[in-house]
């Protein structure tokens, strides 16, 4: 089965055999993870989109895929000739999927789902749009296990100790906090489904999924132990004795079995049903108590410990001094580049560290109009030169021993327009508005979006994709549950969380800006109306000076970009040879 078409009549006949009418793919894995190890690359192997979101629907004579607007013209591009129709979602005419199943489908039909990768959440979410119909709502089993012959096998990398010298509690101390949470709130049990969180618990990293140092496993904290399903052949004997204390390990595909063996009575299980799936649900005892939230661990994990701080300004010295080696590297060299192998070029420069582990994701190097593709990824066919005028998006991130970075610059070759320029400071405008902002406690990353996109706004412009994410300690590179949004979240932002900072413009078929630093919540004083926090930048990077307008900016503006630029080099300059030092004071040069 080698065409995309094949392999949907493959899938049909599947339906077909089981009176299923419309079948869901998600996409994602049983951890509900946003980036998946290869065995659960289901929607690419289907559909031929390469992309990390998107939802596949397929029925009997259609198939649809749909996606957000960073992802609108790869989307398109790569589903060209296929038997997908592509929806956009957010544009007129377009509803979401669980909406265009709702409306298209007959009533009597059967829809289904791999139980093992949706979760609790969506399921109900399907399953509320068919209140008072007549549909049947249905997991089904992984069929892709029956029509992908040579699917890869479920990861079994080596899973090891994280440094004591940056963890800031121990594992104990983890599962003591979490335990006492939930049975504040009368339970007895807390299973944690999500790898992120569990690799967080356990003070252990893994590599199960390229760029997220995780690994598959569940974790079951109950009244005085916890159980660990994951693969014991893996797991190092340091790891081993470190948990020894207060966790058993048994075998990852054990984890239904450990569940059933809860006592039904008086035991009430804590879990999030947006991350445990609608199988693993189905797997509880029979009776037993629930009680639904978020995972206790998130909101722990997302507000950095002192020393989880300490590795990430180190993790972000290291990366300015590998930015700027290679940016000093490049304005010198006269070597032509390509996307691919600029970004590699910045992978070498990264890998002069000892404590460099790899890259915290795919690198996004956009030319000219390839940076109009907010995720756009390179290959060997598509690759631009970097022969001619023009701006290139470079985001790229690393996972170093000490924690995890993100950063984009938009660089310039050649002469820019009067328009590139003009973007370019609006982006930067955007992202300045939004690191200076001082704000009182319970504010929420939707309340200050704003901030970021309102000089684009003022001259008819936006950008598609959120402000800002939250990031992981040596983890994933995407962490919530915070973020800063044009969508309302009701979680404020609290001291010691660390979020992206990255406004953007994007024009079709021309250009890209996109400038990303990485912000720390940190506490501002008191005053008669009460606790304030700001943000503190640990991105060290200087902006294109090329590119800025000055006649753009305010007076308060321009200091803030020679303030910034004088605390990058007074940081970076140390660790320089004098070509670095003489490119960076130049870079840095006051406005």
């Not at 690994?215 to 005085?224: D, E, N, S, T, V």
């Not at 996307?339 to 560290?353: D, G, H, N, P, Y």
């Not at 598609?464 to 040596?474: I, K, V």
């Amino acid at each position: 089965m080698n065409t995309i078409a094949n392999r949907l009549e493959a899938l049909r006949e599947i339906m077909r055999e089981n009176r299923v009418d419309a079948w869901i793919v998600t996409g994602s894995d049983p951890h509900s993870s946003e980036y998946v190890a290869q065995r659960w690359l289901t929607r690419a192997w289907i559909t031929g989109f390469t992309g990390s979101a998107g939802t596949v629907v397929v029925t009997a004579d259609r198939a649809l895929l749909w996606v957000d607007s960073r992802y609108f013209i790869q989307a398109e591009q790569q589903l060209e000739g296929s038997p997908f129709d592509l929806q956009k979602i957010d544009t007129p005419q377009v509803v979401d999927y669980v909406q265009w199943l709702s409306n298209t489908m007959k009533e009597g039909c059967r829809i289904g789902f791999d139980g093992t990768t949706m979760t609790l959440s969506a399921k109900r979410t399907i399953e509320r749009a068919f209140i008072g119909r007549r549909f049947e709502v249905v997991a089904t089993d992984d069929w892709f296990d029956l029509i992908w012959t040579d699917r890869p096998a479920p990861p079994h990398e080596p899973v090891t100790t994280l440094s004591e010298r940056y963890a800031g509690l121990t594992c104990s101390e983890k599962i003591d906090i979490i335990r006492k949470s939930f049975q504040r709130l009368g339970c007895t049990h807390h299973l944690v489904a999500s790898l992120d969180d569990i690799a967080w618990i356990l003070n252990a990293r893994g590599s199960d999924i390229t760029y997220n140092p995780v690994f598959l496993a569940y974790l079951l904290i109950g009244p005085q132990n916890a159980i660990l399903c994951i693969d014991a052949d893996r797991v190092e004997t340091g790891l081993k004795e470190q948990l020894s204390k207060d966790v058993e390990i048994v075998s990852y595909d054990d984890i239904k079995n450990v569940l059933q063996k809860i006592p039904a009575q008086n035991s009430t299980i804590y879990f999030s049903p947006d991350k445990v799936s609608t199988a693993l649900f189905q797997a509880f005892p029979t009776g037993v108590g629930t009680v639904e939230g978020r995972d206790i661990s998130t909101d722990l994990k997302a507000a950095k410990h002192v020393k989880e701080l300490e590795g990430m300004r180190r993790a972000h010295l290291l990366d300015g001094l590998a930015l700027v080696r290679f940016l000093s590297h490049l304005a010198a060299s006269k070597h032509v580049y390509d996307e691919i192998t600029l970004a590699e070029k910045l992978v070498w420069f990264r890998k002069k560290s000892d404590e460099y582990i790899g890259p915290s994701f795919s690198p996004i190097a956009g030319f000219c109009g390839h940076g109009a593709l907010a995720h756009y990824a390179a290959t060997p066919e598509t690759a631009s030169v970097l022969d001619t005028d023009g701006l290139l998006v470079l985001d790229t991130g690393a996972q170093y021993t000490c924690g995890t970075t993100d950063v984009t610059r938009t660089l310039l070759f050649g002469a820019p327009s009067d328009e590139m320029t003009r973007d370019y400071t609006l982006v930067l405008k955007g992202n300045l508005s939004l690191a200076s902002q001082r704000f009182p406690k319970g504010t929420t990353g939707y309340q200050l979006d704003i901030l970021a996109r309102q000089h684009l706004w003022q001259h008819g412009q936006n950008y598609g994709h959120g402000t800002g994410h939250g990031l992981g300690f040596c983890l994933n590179v995407h962490e919530g549950p915070q973020n800063i949004s044009p969508r309302p979240l009701v979680v404020p932002l609290i001291s010691g969380m660390v979020l992206s900072d990255e406004p953007g413009i994007y024009k079709k078929d021309r250009y890209g800006i996109r400038l990303e630093n990485i912000i720390t919540v940190v506490e501002d004083g008191e005053t008669e109306f009460g606790s304030f926090l700001a943000f503190e930048v640990l991105t060290m990077c200087p902006f294109e000076r090329k590119l800025i307008d000055t006649s753009l900016l305010s007076d308060a503006e321009i200091h803030m970009v020679n303030t910034y630029h004088t605390w990058v080099r007074d940081e970076l300059d140390p660790y320089l040879d004098e070509a670095e030092r003489t490119w960076l004071a130049q870079a840095t040069a006051a406005l």
